[in-house]
């Protein structure tokens, strides 16, 4: 099948485009920049030359990227919890949902599939077989949000659209060291000895990748959760202190109680250059204080799907943390020792 993908450089992307390249598929990518191509997809050893160069944004170059495909992978979205890029999240997140998705299915594409994320879910009282939206009013889930309006719209106008919808992912080879790699990485140099109280849905790259490969099937309108873990802050700090071999002494604390650091945090950084992130975030904060569980049995049941292990997840984002030089082998013993 000829599938378009927008987003395939990313790290959720990019594991995409090598399943779908490993099950035979005839990939074309939309993307801003070609030499980043190589850098994303050289290290999971995928090469794609078909190539339509310009933005998601722009209606023609997705007019281009649609033109002779069958199907369409969207996972193009600017995803982060810092709030300075709030008005850019506003600004492309969901026109970019709107103009691939309605293309896509104006041209026939089948399946058009909607990669989604759980933070458009996540909301107080909890989920349900129907997948109510969440109730997050900050920048991110609000444009997820609005996303998820867009592709719930065309599925109710009849087009053939799956949404698929990632926790926090994690796993190895991430090309832009994303939000929870960054996390992990303070964590293992000692630098995020607070977390918040609550917990999330938490899932493998490689588990989304297969999910994204296994609903290009014609005919279908579906939702799928991506089959995961619920984890809070003391089952993510123990994955780690047993991947590493050391101790990371850690404290959860309520809300409340880390909001204000975090707000403190956030204000400071406001004036820094924005390559300068620490990773607490109040929409962090928010995610796992809706503490939401989510039902994944339908990607389970329907798909195959069985998840990797949440602790052999973990270990083999901190091996791959270590062996492309992120964080020192000294921090990990017990990897290093192996």
């Known amino acids: 099948m000829k599938v378009l993908v927008t987003g395939g450089t990313g790290f959720l992307g990019s594991h995409a485009v090598a399943a779908m390249a490993r099950a035979g598929h005839d990939l074309r990518l939309l993307v801003r920049r070609p030499d980043q ?50 008005e850019e999240m506003r600004r492309t997140n969901a026109r970019a949902t709107e103009l691939v998705l309605s293309m896509a299915a104006e041209r026939g594409l089948d399946p058009v599939v909607h990669v989604s994320s759980t933070v458009a879910l996540d909301r107080y009282g909890g989920s349900g077989p129907d997948l109510p939206l969440g109730d997050i009013k900050l920048p991110y889930a609000q444009s997820k949000i609005a996303s998820e309006k867009v592709a719930r719209g065309l599925q109710e106008a009849g087009a053939p659209v799956v949404t698929i919808y990632p926790g926090a992912v994690y796993g190895p080879d991430d090309p832009y060291r994303g939000a929870q790699s960054e996390q992990l990485r303070w964590m293992l140099l000692g630098r995020f000895p607070t977390y918040p109280q609550g917990a999330q849905h938490v899932v493998d790259v490689r588990d989304v990748a297969t999910l994204i490969e296994a609903v290009l099937q014609r005919g279908k309108q579906r939702r799928y959760v991506v089959p995961g873990s619920h984890v809070d802050g003391r089952e993510l700090y123990a994955a780690v202190s047993e991947a590493t071999g050391r101790r990371l002494p850690h404290i959860v604390l309520p809300g409340p109680v880390i909001g204000p650091s975090v707000w403190l945090i956030e204000a400071v950084q406001r004036w820094l250059p924005r390559r300068w992130h620490y990773p607490a975030d109040r929409e962090g904060v928010q995610i796992l204080r809706r503490d939401t569980r989510f039902d994944d049995s339908a990607a389970r049941q329907e798909l195959g799907i069985n998840p990797v292990p949440f602790r052999q997840t973990i270990t083999d984002t901190v091996r791959w943390l270590i062996e492309s030089g992120r964080v020192p082998a000294h921090r990990a013993p017990r990897l290093a020792a192996r």
């Open 37 to 86: 191509v190589d850098g994303s997809l050289g290290p999971l050893g995928v090469a794609v030359d078909d190539l339509v160069v310009g933005d998601v944004l722009d209606e023609s170059a997705v007019s281009r990227g649609v033109e002779g495909c069958a199907a369409v992978v969207h996972a193009a979205a600017i995803f982060s919890l810092d709030r300075r890029r709030a």
